[in-house]
């Protein structure tokens, strides 16, 4: 895995440290996570909230050498607890929702990061923000104390060769470059999965979403 992810990021002419390695450990148990630590994996990435919590609470004793990403969608009565043992939330589609983690975020803890999930792929996929709505929401989170925004994330449809799968990183990259032009920080694009984790590192990407290409197919 690293040597494919170091691969593209010669072909693309990037440093291989411009690339963040999410380890996506849905439906894996605690114990592939400690080993994937053991081998030097420190990111890992949730979809469900239950699921994360229990795997943040058996692995408590790494805590502090590990970062947990919420990359599922996340209701409204869970923003709470995951408030409270989440580092990053990559699926926040809705003020509601930023605002109810805002306020939830606990004193002792760091700021949470999140990304904006945006729906690069038209009416096929449900959640993400539509590209139109984009801006308004990205100025309303950026302003949320609690909450540091740190870019957009994408979950585009399945294409087939490299250069359809190329469309929806490079229209999200396009994105984030138009919301840096009115002056938000954002230095983050969540994009890019196992089998189109190339297309994502030439498009820009600087965090791919990886779990089969590391832990195996899922059961
Ligand atoms: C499952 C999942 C991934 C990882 O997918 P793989 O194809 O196993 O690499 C990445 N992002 C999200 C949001 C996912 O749900």
Redesign the pocket.
Known sequence: MHQRLTNACTRAGRSADSVTLLA?S?TQPAAAVRAAHAAGQSAF?E?YVQEGLAKIEALADLRPELEWHL??PLQSNKTRVVAEAFDWV?SIDRLKIAQRLSEQRPAWAAPLQVCLQVNVSGEGSKSGVAPAGLPALAQAVAALPRLRLRGLMA?PEPAGDEAAQRQPHRALRELLEALRQQGLALDTLSTG???DLEAAVLEGATLV?????IFGE?A
């Open positions: 996506v849905k990435g979809n990359i599922g990559h979950i999965m196992s089998a979403r990886v779990g089969t290409a899922r």
